[in-house]
Each structure stands twice: as C-alpha cells, then as structure tokens.
C-alpha cells in the first residue's frame, strides 16, 4: 500500500501493531506515522522501525485516512475533544481502548458522520499471536472493515464480530492471558511440590502447553477427543482428571469467565 496510516499512541501494543504490519508488508515503514509525547520513546520507535514520529497528532490527522488510536481509555475523552476539528468523514478510525462502545466515539464526535471500529485485541499482540475482535459502526464499508481485519491478523488472529458480542470477547481472549498464566503457574507449582527443580518444572509446563495447543491446531480434533488419547483405563490421567471433574474445574473457568464478561458490560456503561 502507498497511503499513510497514523498512530495516536507508541505504547506497547501499538508497537506490536507497528511491528506486525511492517513484517507483513501491509505498510512500508516510511508511510506509518505515530504520535508519542515522550521523547525517549519517540526516538526508540524511529531508530527500531524507521517510522515517521511526532509529538502531536495533527500530522496524523492531516496526513492519514486511517488512525489507530492506542491509547488509555481514560483520556481518550480529552484526545477526541482536542482532534475533533481536524477530524473528517474521511477518517477511518480504529480504537483498541478497552471497555469503550462505539457510542462513545459518535457521541464525541457527534457532528461528524465518522467511521469507527472499535477491536478488542489482547496482549499475546507483543509476540504477533494477539486474538482480536472488532467491530464497526454502519458508516464502515466491508473493505474498510477488511483493511482493519487484515491490521490485526498481522499481529495474531482476528474475527469480525457485532458490538454486542464485544463484551463476551473482552471476558474471555481479552483477559484469557491471565486464565492461562494461572494455570501455566499452578501447573509449575505443582511440579515443584512434587520434587522437580523449578527451571525443569518450568520448561516442561510451557512446552505441554505450547505443544498441546499446536497439535489441537494442527490435527482439528475436538478436546475431548485429544484428553481421551492421553487418558488410559485405570491411569495416572483419569486419577487427576477425577479430581479436577469433582472440583467443578470447568465450571470454575466458566464463572470465572462469565464473571468478566459482566463486569465489561458494567464499565461501557459507565
């Protein structure tokens, strides 16, 4: 592609994204523009990506059709009040603030008839493997929405989904990282208690994950399906399966889920 898109925050997940469309080849370097009031991290994006950065964002507006916005939920209010008058029906905006609707953005920018998808990416962006979900108001055209699917599918994996359904995606891939480590850390604490040496524990952990992940990708198996290859009559497997089943394991991880849904769905209200 030959036009720009702007950047309006160099944090870490804007550098994900920075990172994942160069290797992509979606932008070429030169044509990424990006807005980060700090010096020392404006001078780190431009040495590490030879992006083009600023301490404003009026060059983003002025020069760019498409803006991601990258930064905190709780000044994005103030951001959008201060760019409104350099916004245009041109702008194909792009927010990854969390917690925030659609009606958010429209009702800042009420005069203006906007184009906004909002997406819901989580933190695995930092190593390119983020699950993402956007979602966008009826101004977006589909080859809008595909160029904002094609952005994220360059640091992960990402789905097109209806707002309404944003909430559920927030509880359960936008906070999934913290679930998983929970597990990944029980798991290494338990080979710990049972004698293994914590750097072994470790490695073994992450390598049963990662490999139990790849093969259910790869092999297209249901889970169950996977759990009962590994599950022998009368083994070590079903004796600890057995315990996790009388836990209510599955339950729990529902709850748990169910539970930040619920509280996504409280804070866009407020």
């Known amino acids: 592609m030959t036009t720009q898109i702007g950047f309006i925050g160099g944090g870490q997940m804007g550098e994900a994204l920075i990172r994942g469309i160069i290797q992509s080849g979606l932008y070429a370097a030169e044509n990424i523009l990006v807005t980060e009031p700090d010096s020392a991290r404006r001078a780190y994006l431009q040495e590490t990506y030879q992006v083009q950065p600023f301490d404003s964002g009026a060059p983003i507006w002025s020069s760019c059709a498409t803006v991601i916005l990258a930064v905190k939920p709780q000044v994005m209010g103030s ?108 798991m290494i604490d338990a080979g710990v208690k049972t004698g293994l040496a914590r750097p072994v524990a470790e490695t073994l952990v992450l390598q049963t994950v990662l490999g139990s992940v790849k093969l259910m990708q790869e092999s297209g198996k249901h889970p169950a399906v996977l759990r009962a290859m590994v599950t022998s009559p009368g083994g070590t497997t079903i004796a600890a399966q057995h315990v996790m089943e009388r836990a209510g394991f599955k339950g729990i991880i529902m709850d748990a889920i169910e539970a930040a849904t619920n509280r996504s769905a409280e804070l866009g209200k407020k």
Do not use: W
Request: proline share 6%; hydrophobic share 45%.
């Open 79 to 186: 951001l959008l009040t201060a760019a409104k008058e350099m916004i245009s029906a041109k702008h194909l905006i792009i927010s990854i603030a969390a917690g925030l609707p659609i009606s958010f953005y429209e009702g800042h920018l009420s005069s203006l008839p906007c184009k906004i998808i909002r997406v819901m990416p989580n933190t695995p962006a930092l190593v390119l493997e983020s699950a993402s979900a956007l979602s966008g108001n009826k101004n977006v055209t589909p080859e809008e929405m595909g160029l904002a699917k094609a952005l994220f599918d360059a640091v992960g994996k990402a789905v097109i989904l209806e707002e309404q359904y944003l909430d559920a995606v927030t509880g359960l891939s936008g906070s999934g990282p913290a679930y998983v480590f929970t597990f990944i850390e029980g």
